[in-house]
Structure formats: C-alpha cells, structure tokens
C-alpha cells in the first residue's frame, strides 16, 4: 500500500581522528566509481581548509551518500610571526566527521517502492550499509557506531487508493490554504516575470531552525527530477506530507524520551563547550529515532497541527453544519465568521495574520471550536463542483481498518453531512 506512514530518508554521523579522515578520503578518491569534490571552500582564500567533501557515486548509486565534514568552528588561535605582535585566527580544523545519507529503500535494492520505510526494514538496511563501508575502508565502522542526525519522516496519501474524492492537485490547493505555525515562514523566491516573491505552485514548504515542513505532489516532482523514472506514473495520485527533522529537533526528541524514561544525564561541565561547538557530539539512538511510535509521532504531530483534524466542505455547506449545531447565537456568529474571513483570505494563515489582539484570541478560538466539530476552516470552491472531502488522516485509517473509522464525536459529523446531502 502507497498510503502509509513512517519515514524515507535519514542521516547518520561518526566521529573521526584526523588520521582516520584522511583515510577515508584517500580510499574515496582511489575508488574507480566514486567522485569526490570539494564544498564550502573560500574562494579568496584558494589554499584553506573546504568545509568538506561531498562523495558521488559515478553510476550504480545504492543508496547512499557521503559526506565528510570539517568543523572550523573550533579553532586554535596562533601567534603570527613576530611582526608587529599581531595575532591571527587560524581556522585548522580540530574536529571531523563522516556523514551518510540514506535512502533505505534503494540501499535494499527496492528502488520502486513508493510507500514510506518503516523500522521493519532496518535490519536490512543495516546489513547493506556495513556491506557498502566494508568495500570502501574499515574505518568506516559498522552502522550501529553512528548517531542520527537528521530524519525525514514522512505520510503518504494516495488520493485514489484512499478513495479521497478529489485530485492530487487540489489537494494541493486545499493544504497551501492550511495554517503555517508559530517560527516557521513559508519558502518563497523571487519571480523574474511578477517581480514579487512567489511561493511553490505545487507545494506547501515552511522552514523553520530545526524543522522543515514540506508537503507536496510526488508525481510532479518526480515529473521536473526524473522525466523517465519509473515510478513516475505509480506516483501520479500520491500526495507526501514530510517533516525533515535536523539535530537541534533530534536532541530535543531524544532528551525528552530520556527524562521520561530516567535515563538523561547531563552533559560533564569539561565537555559543555566542544558540544555546543560540535553539535554531533551528543550520540542519539538511531533505533528509537526511526522506531513507528516515533515516526506516527512527529509525522502526525505537525500534520495536526498545520492542516488539522477537520474535514473539507464547501462554505455553504460548513456553514449550514455550524447552524445545525444549534449553538448560542455568539458561538454561531463567530465561527461563520471564521469560516468567511479564511475563504475570503483564501488562507488560514494569512486570515489569522489580519487580527490583533483580542479579536485574534478569538480567531483562535473559533479555529479550535471548527476543529472541534471536525469541520476544517478551509472550504472547498464551489467551481470543483464537490461538496466534501474527508480528511486525509482519515481517509488513511478508513483504508487500513477497511471500514469507517470514527474519531470521538465523529458519528454527529456523519449524520449532519447525510442530512445535507438529502437536502
């Protein structure tokens, strides 16, 4: 099943002595199918340190990618030759690392599946790496020497295999629509024909320090990549909801399991510094990072949060739903509000971002009173001639129980939607 939820890329770290680095390099630049270019260099200074070495495989990629690192960011300060006393910065680098990138459905040699990996596949995965390091150098170790540094989590819909009703593109449409968080802003570039910044067409990408939100069109972006892949046509109704993870969120994922479990301990006040400078000191377990409670967790967690728990309906038909409720007229007025200022917007986020004050807190309260009874505050226009679309969450538990699964209350929603359609 294309519909599922887990993740589908993820980066590993380890540590290396400056020997060991140089190695690694050498093995790599000695290997007959791998490409080894220099990254970050200083192009006013040709003869410094690069910030690293990205390794390319030339042909037969299995699935991973290299990456070694250099840290100039802990530096040794040294004493220039004695003209004039001055002193000079020297950005030698002390600490070094290896990174790998890791698709793990192309590393088992499962290049065609679209469906999120899930933990299940680990141990392969672990087995086709050391195989892979082991061609290359041993100081490359084994996978379980490596701590985790990034994940992309991921939940696919398939917007036919979950019976949603509606096309992947104006899926799209709806989630561009949706809320975009607290710290995060959505990604934009400047277009050389409106001259204005334009955002994705085909996607809904927000950024944040620690956290990279993207939901987008599979097909399409295979279609722009990868004109002859052949999964192209397979991904032509998938619809991916991601959540790239880095360190900073990993640490904090992984230190708050530890305090609820009793394990965390602090880090040694002598070691306080090189951490904070070297972010990949603190080792994180790769195996509870990619474990399913984790996965449904963070990739749920956000999908609640910018698109919510509601369903899709056009205006007319959310509002006649918020009347049936029978509210008090205050409650009524003020979620039909809500409703009209999001169309009207065409946007959550930028209906949310023309209140102030204490019309705001009330914005958000009638958002979180819609949520309540599972009606999402963007509608769907009248031109697509549709009338609902269930919430992709849903929808994929419907798919995966083979019956219709009801969240709390749900059942009111059922019957009003019923009712409407009989009218």
């Known amino acids: 099943m294309i519909s599922s939820i887990g993740f589908h890329t993820f980066e590993i770290v380890l540590r290396l002595t400056a020997d060991d680095a140089r190695e690694i390099y050498r093995m790599f630049k000695n290997h007959s199918d791998i490409r080894v270019r220099p990254v970050g260099k200083d192009k006013d200074n040709p003869n410094a340190y690069p910030k690293g070495y990205i390794v390319e495989y030339i042909k037969n990629n299995p699935g991973i990618k290299w990456y070694i690192r250099f840290d100039k960011r802990l530096a040794s300060i040294i004493q220039s030759p004695p003209q004039k006393g001055s002193w000079t910065l020297h950005l030698k680098p002390l600490v070094y690392s290896i990174r790998a990138i890791i698709n793990p459905h192309v590393l088992v040699g499962d290049t065609v599946n679209l469906s999120a990996a899930t933990f299940s596949c680990l141990?392969?995965?672990?087995?086709?790496?050391?195989?892979?390091?082991?061609?290359?150098?041993s100081d490359l170790k084994r996978f379980d020497d490596y701590s985790i540094?990034?994940?992309d989590y991921c939940f696919n819909i398939d917007t036919v295999e979950t019976r949603l009703g509606c096309f992947p593109e104006q899926l799209i449409n709806l989630i561009k629509r949706a809320d975009i968080p607290v710290h995060y802003t959505e990604w934009s570039k400047y277009d050389k024909i409106s001259h204005r910044q334009q955002t994705s067409k085909n996607a809904l990408y927000l950024k944040s320090n620690s956290v990279t939100i993207n939901y987008y069109w599979k097909s399409r972006e295979i279609e722009i990549k990868y004109p002859s892949h052949p999964n192209l046509k397979k991904a032509r109704n998938l619809v991916r909801f991601?959540?790239?993870c880095k360190y900073r969120k990993m640490y904090s994922i992984n230190k708050e399991a530890q305090l609820q479990s009793g394990e965390y301990r602090p880090i040694p006040q002598d070691?306080?510094?090189e951490t904070l400078l070297y972010k990949h000191r603190v080792t994180i377990s790769i195996d509870e990072m990619l474990s399913d409670t984790t996965s449904k967790m963070i990739s749920l967690n956000f999908f609640h949060r910018i698109i919510g728990r509601g369903h899709y309906l056009t205006l007319d038909c959310a509002k006649w739903m918020v009347l049936e409720h029978n509210f008090r007229q205050e409650k009524e007025s003020r979620l039909i509000y809500?409703?009209?200022q999001v169309n009207k917007c065409r946007s959550?986020?930028?209906?949310?971002?023309?209140?102030?004050?204490?019309?705001?807190?009330e914005f958000k309260r009638s958002l979180?009173?819609?949520e309540a009874i599972y009606i999402n505050p963007v509608t769907i226009p009248q031109r697509w001639g549709i009338t609902y679309i269930p919430n992709p969450l849903h929808a994929y538990y419907n798919t995966i129980y083979k019956e219709r699964f009801l969240f709390f209350n749900e059942w009111q929603f059922d019957e009003l939607l019923v009712k409407y359609n009989s009218l």
Not at 123 to 137: G, Y
Request: no cysteine; aromatic share 4%; charged share 45%.
């Open 123 to 137: 141990e392969k995965v672990k087995i086709r790496f050391n195989e892979e390091a082991k061609k290359i150098s």
């Open 149 to 151: 540094s990034r994940v």
């Open 242 to 244: 991601e959540v790239q």
């Open 271 to 273: 070691e306080l510094l």
């Open 338 to 340: 809500a409703l009209e």
């Open 348 to 361: 959550v986020a930028k209906a949310k971002a023309e209140q102030r004050g204490y019309d705001l807190d």
């Open 368 to 370: 979180n009173d819609l």
